[in-house]
């Protein structure tokens, strides 16, 4: 994989990524990328790219620190747990993962609002919840497909 | 054998994770790291597509603006005629208030200072749970949190956090937002509370002998040290007596919409600062008595 090309992507993904954020409300697309650091397995850029996505998350957020980190622990660990079952680059464990995860999602928001002493919204989380779990599988087509374009022919033959 | 070791690990990784957020909550340490990498790229990626975006509508408002000018500036001249008038009108009522405050030295708020900022976005990201705004002005360049956001029309809400070049904004409308406010006619108080994004405001705490009125304008009392004395923040929509408090049941809506917010304005360094000192003349005595001798120096 040419580490140029890859770095190129991952700064065009997170700058749109912030950029979609910006016109849905409540909505993580940096989650797609964690996605697709899990299925190529690449623990060398996760090692930096997981914490800026919790950086940035939880600078953006209104929230005290940590909402994102188990937000994204959970992330990890179905995705583990699916691993067994499915093959993980097919879109029906990127569907029924992202189904799954809607049940952190609403169960954080849950957890964390009365640590902070805020007011919980349930329609606005499960609405929140449900976008998150239509977004996913549609994201994650759409980068798979756009990394192609960074991959080279030994990637391929591999 | 396993269970037992992932139960184990995952109750030390639970302690270990409520110690962190407990530091964090008395410490904001990592709020304030999160602040000053997160929201800081969020606002460096945010400002040059909104660069584009303005440019790009922008152009598309001058077209309808030229098409529009001559009416708009027949409109504008009848406005500014009558606005001369009304300030001729208030001209001498604002003179007389200069010289009674001077009489009897009430403190003026002289040193805030109105600091421009672009709207970047709404809310962003999961972990933006409360009704909030982003705009292009941090703590480098006037916006600390707790300072205080207007436009033209009156308070937008106040800086909840803060990176170097970009912060947060909580907006008056978020259900956890508080303002102590008065009534601009009856001078009535209460305390103005969001209800959620598009929802009206409630006054809670308002005596029933309250003589509040429909469309009366709510402005900042002070009282709370949030926010200066005098910002209108709302319209009274409704008034009744409460079926369930001992108060009155007042609804208002903001002044500003909140839905479309493009520039806003910080009011940086709200210090009060208090009229130069008068030339003491010695107690107040009863008219014909002569005033006191000064005491010999030594």
């Not at chain 2, 606002?43 to 000018?69: C, E, H, K, M």
């Not at chain 2, 007042?250 to 839905?259: I, K």
Request: aromatic share 8%; net charge neutral; charged share 20%.
């Amino acid at each position: 994989m040419n580490s140029a090309r890859n770095l190129c992507w991952w700064v065009l993904f997170i700058s749109a990524a912030v950029a979609l954020q910006a016109f849905v409300p409540g909505l993580d697309v940096l989650v797609a990328g964690l996605l697709i650091l899990l299925q190529e397995r690449d623990y060398k850029n996760m090692f930096w790219l997981l914490p800026l996505f919790i950086s940035i998350q939880e600078g953006m957020g209104t929230r005290f620190f940590g909402g994102t980190v188990v937000w994204y622990a959970m992330v990890i660990v179905l995705f583990k747990l699916g691993q067994w079952l499915f093959e993980v680059e097919s879109f029906i464990f990127v569907f029924l993962l992202s189904a799954c995860l809607a049940v952190p999602c609403y169960t954080i928001d849950w957890l964390m609002a009365p640590l902070q002493n805020l007011t919980f919204n349930i329609q606005e989380t499960l609405d929140k919840s449900l976008v998150q779990a239509l977004f996913l599988p549609v994201a994650w087509r759409v980068l798979s497909m756009t990394r192609q374009w960074i991959r080279t022919d030994n990637d391929v033959e591999k | 054998m396993t269970s037992r070791r992932v139960l184990i690990l995952a109750g030390i990784l639970l302690i270990f994770f409520l110690g962190m957020y407990t530091w964090n909550q008395r410490t904001r340490t990592l709020d304030d790291i999160a602040a000053n990498i997160g929201l800081e790229l969020a606002g460096a990626a945010l400002a040059p597509l909104r660069s584009v975006q303005d440019a790009v509508t922008g152009f598309w408002r001058r077209y309808f603006d030229i098409v529009n000018a001559r009416e708009e500036n027949e409109r504008l001249k009848a406005d500014l005629r009558n606005m001369e008038s009304r300030f001729q009108a208030v001209g001498e009522d604002l003179a007389e208030l200069k010289r009674l405050r001077e009489l009897i030295d009430l403190p003026k708020y002289t040193s805030l200072r109105p600091v421009g900022a672009r709207v970047l976005a709404g809310r962003m990201g999961p972990n933006a749970v409360l009704d909030s705004i982003t705009i292009n002005r941090g703590y480098v360049t006037g916006a600390r949190p707790g300072t205080p956001l207007v436009t033209h029309n009156g308070l937008v809400g106040r800086v909840l956090r803060a990176s170097p070049h970009t912060s947060t904004v909580l907006l008056l409308t978020d259900q956890n937002s508080r303002i102590a406010v008065f009534s601009q006619t009856s001078r009535a108080f209460g305390i103005l509370a969001g209800r959620g994004p598009g929802q009206n405001l409630e006054v809670n705490f308002v005596q029933r002998d309250a003589n509040i009125k429909q469309d009366e304008v709510l402005l900042t009392s002070g009282l709370d040290k949030k926010y200066p004395k005098g910002i209108p923040v709302a319209r009274v929509t409704s008034v009744a007596p409460s079926d369930y408090t001992q108060f009155m049941a007042v609804e208002a809506e903001p002044m500003v919409d909140l839905r479309h917010l493009e520039e806003v304005a910080l009011l940086t360094s709200a210090d009060v600062a208090r009229p130069p000192e008068a030339p003491d003349h010695g107690p107040i005595r009863p008219a014909g008595q002569p005033a006191p001798q000064a005491a010999p120096t030594p």
